[in-house]
């Protein structure tokens, strides 16, 4: 769903910059209550595994393809104005190094592809996690249903902006019925990524999910007939190992540069679902080359290199290196600080 330039007329996309920079604006803010010095790598990691998985095109229907959008995945692992943010930063490197999205149309993608479904997937995932038993399988099937609505809310998102700001004269409930109608089979393919993966992060460290967060219902004792809830009993001391991020962030990393070095070789090449209904409704007949269209990893390969699963691996590899190096930093910048590193002094009250 990466809008390229042209699809969207100059004003409206103006427009949609100004709205996706103060969606940033807001994320920046928000995430300092979500990142701390645990979890701000982390979610530099989330970042650069949604980049390695956008690279996987799956078939969905006769000629189509689709990919992870991610805007679920990434709410629900760390937090939704960090997921906002993670997004961002994905549609920033795909552009910028390898002419994936215009560079004009980027303030339509971050809305269409990160506000949206972020924020449309967060809002349904809690409020099934608060009907649903307090369980991590509840978790896991939140997070299905919330990933595969996010995808079509977006496909109607972008028919909205193209509504307004089309640069073609083609129908827009024609738009409509093909966008939903692909993106809806795309979302399946979405929802089974992102409850596999949030499935397996909460069975390895549910305390790294923000969604699975005080899933756990508190133990309730009867006392005169009545259930109250039990005292907290004080926890054990988590030996160092558990605290420790290090070995979660190393398998992630590990994993995203095998999907984008050596899976993405055995994706779909197909086009997506934007680019199957913009060719077949006539949507790109003003779309526009990218002005980084000569960059040396342009369309995902690396300039020169003439094997293509060489090319195709190395500029994965780089892209994965690239996301998790940028995304880390910028969360790394904007995480909650501790009373040590802001260099305040704490007093005990005795």
């Not at 809008?3 to 940033?24: C, L, Q, R």
């Not at 738009?175 to 979405?190: K, N, Q, R, Y």
């Not at 907290?232 to 070095?261: I, M, Q």
């Not at 994706?267 to 779309?287: F, R, T, Y």
Request: proline share 5%; hydrophobic share 55%.
């Amino acid at each position: 769903m990466h809008v390229p330039d042209g699809f969207i007329n100059a004003p409206v996309s103006a427009v949609a910059g100004v709205v996706a920079a103060g969606a940033v604006a807001v994320s920046l803010r928000g995430a300092r209550r979500e990142l701390d010095q645990r979890t701000a790598p982390l979610a530099g990691l989330v970042a650069a595994f949604i980049f390695a998985v956008q690279m996987l095109n799956f078939p969905v229907a006769a000629g189509t393809s689709g990919h992870l959008l991610g805007g679920a995945l990434a709410a629900i692992l760390v937090g939704p104005y960090t997921g906002v943010l993670c997004i961002a930063v994905v549609l920033l490197m795909q552009g910028v190094l390898f002419a994936d999205g215009g560079l004009t149309a980027l303030g339509v993608n971050i809305t269409v592809m990160g506000v949206v479904t972020t924020v449309v997937a967060y809002v349904l995932f809690r409020g099934l996690t608060r009907v649903l038993p307090r369980t991590r399988r509840s978790a896991t099937v939140a997070a299905f249903v919330a990933a595969l609505v996010s995808v079509p809310a977006a496909a109607v998102a972008f028919t909205a902006v193209y509504a307004i700001g089309g640069t073609t004269d083609v129908p827009i409930g024609k738009v409509l019925t093909a966008m939903v109608g692909v993106h809806v089979l795309i979302g399946i393919g979405e929802a089974a990524i992102t409850a596999l993966t949030v499935g397996a992060v909460i069975a390895v460290r549910p305390d790294l999910v923000h969604g699975a967060r005080g899933l756990a219902a508190p133990l309730k004792l009867r006392v005169d007939g009545e259930l109250v809830d039990a005292p907290a009993a004080t926890p054990a001391p988590a030996p160092a190992a558990a605290r420790s991020t290090r070995k979660v962030w190393a398998t992630g990393l590990a994993t995203a540069l095998v999907l984008a070095g050596f899976v993405s070789f055995y994706a779909s090449a197909n086009p997506d679902g934007l680019e199957k209904v913009a060719a077949d409704k006539g949507i790109d007949e003003k779309v526009q080359e990218h002005d980084t269209a000569d960059s040396p990893l342009a369309d995902y390969g690396v300039k020169d290199v003439s094997n293509a699963r060489i090319s195709g691996g190395l500029a994965g590899v780089i892209g994965v290196g690239a996301t998790v190096a940028v995304g880390s930093g910028v969360f790394w910048a904007v995480r909650r600080r501790t009373p040590a590193e802001s260099g305040t002094r704490t007093t005990e009250t005795v």
